[in-house]
């Protein structure tokens, strides 16, 4: 088999077609481009020229630099044409039957020393392999949408693979400028697994209706930090290529949390696919629905800020930077909230059990004696949000007494800014939780009103996402190294989920997760082993 890659053949011109040949083409590597029809493969040609267009409109191209590239492919409908091509990868859609039918008709038509190479989203290399003569030349190399941006290549091995192939393959991979992670053949790969059975779970909490699109997508993207919402990745992936991931997965695991949700079943036969039918989640159509204007609700303009911590002063300085006039509680002081019209309660919470019974509860209240008594000059319809979820009820009614409290989380800022969810609470104010969100608006934080359940949204979306990738490191399918490589250069995410891991704290991850288990009932939700594994915090470097 050659060892040297100086020419190469792409089967399949969609998006990941396309964005393959752009990828060996900027490398300097001439591309033998194959669709099934002379219209299929202009189509492809159309995709890789709309690419380069984008980046000589941004200037990172010139136009001459983009006619030199198209001119090393050459587009073709005629498979015959690979027969002199070092590497073949084919990217033609999820279907193992199409698959091995062009497995098999290249092996009869590619020098002997040629590597054939898939670049397919789950099913299984070994099956593809076993379709030719020399199974021993057949990889999985899978690309990342879009290929031209994300530096994942994983490189897929199989039982026939020879092992000087998967160092031809890793190194070519590096060289195309990306970084390769060599994993066996298990459904989904590393990423597809993790990001797929999370999208899922994303669409299934759409599902349900209590929460909108734009909501569930902010809460992954501001209060997360991944590069797109859920469902907007959905759409861009393909919801039909998100279906078929999903049922490889689960046919091969039989894990009810890798099972297709009912609505994405329902979108993938109505012909929704996302972005390349124009509708998906979102409409991509010219009369794309403008987001509602959430923000048009009364807000404050005057705020107290009662806090014992670092974030709470921070949160009050952005307040006030926003124009709000915010008062400062951090020390004892006397005075009057009789003009307030919110306040923001951001005192650290004892541990949970300090709130166990009365007697620790009237210790805390006593504690706080200076700023009861300030609360108590605050117009009774005044809402109290407090930055605690879980402690709202006890600290709520004793220091506001009457005044509508509304529980809040506020999530540190991320590269697409700020989020904070706001727990809907069917017994409290409407007036409240819209007053509380219309302020955090104003201030630049983006909130959603979300159900009181465990995790709210981004917790019950991170936690369980991260419990997955620790079942993977424990089921000693790939590495903690592996996983965040794979997620980092094949999702875009700002840190993998090890990273995550190590930021929130093990112990916090496996309590939201028991804490989500107890609710859900779902043995995918239980804590991963990995979390009680006396090698784990050193996992993490
Ligand atoms: N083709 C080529 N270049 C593109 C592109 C495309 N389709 N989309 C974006 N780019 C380039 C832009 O030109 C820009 O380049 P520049 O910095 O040189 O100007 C750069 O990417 C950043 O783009 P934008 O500024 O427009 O937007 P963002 O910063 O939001 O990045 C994104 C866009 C790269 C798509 C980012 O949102 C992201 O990484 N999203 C996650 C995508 C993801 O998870 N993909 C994996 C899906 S799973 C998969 O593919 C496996 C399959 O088997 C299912």
Redesign the pocket.
Known sequence: MTSEIKSVGVIGLG??GA?IV?VFLKAGIPVVAVDGSTELAERGKGFLVA?LD??VK?G?LDEAGRDALVGQATFTDQLDDLHDVDLVIEAVPERLEIKTSIFTKLDLIVRDDCVLATNT??LSVTQIAAATRHPERVIGM?????????ALVEVITTLFTDDALVETIRSLAVELGKKPVVVGDRAGFV??AL??TYLARAIRIYETGHVSREDLDDAARMGIG???GPLT?SD??GLD??KE?CDVMYEATKEPSSAPPALLQQMVAAGRLGRKTGRGFYDYGSEAEAPADRDAATFATKVAVFTDTDEGRALAATLSEAGIATTLFDSPQEGSLADTELVLWAIAADDADDFDDDADVERRTQENAWRGELLATLAPSVPVAILDPNAYVEIGNELADGAPVVALRLHAATKAGRFAEIVRDPEGSDTAEELVAATLANAGIRSARVRARAGLLVDALLLQHLNDAANMVESGYASVDDIDTAMTA???YPQGPFAYIAQLGPEYVAGGLAELYDETRQPAVWPSPWFDDANAAEQLG
């Not at 690309?143 to 994300?150: D, G, K, M, S, T």
């Open positions: 998006t990941m964005g752009e690419s984008r980046q941004r990172r989203s789950s899978h690309f990342f949408n879009p290929a031209p941006v994300l990423a597809n990001l797929i991944f590069p797109m990745l861009l992936i290529v998100v991931v094949g999702c875009g």
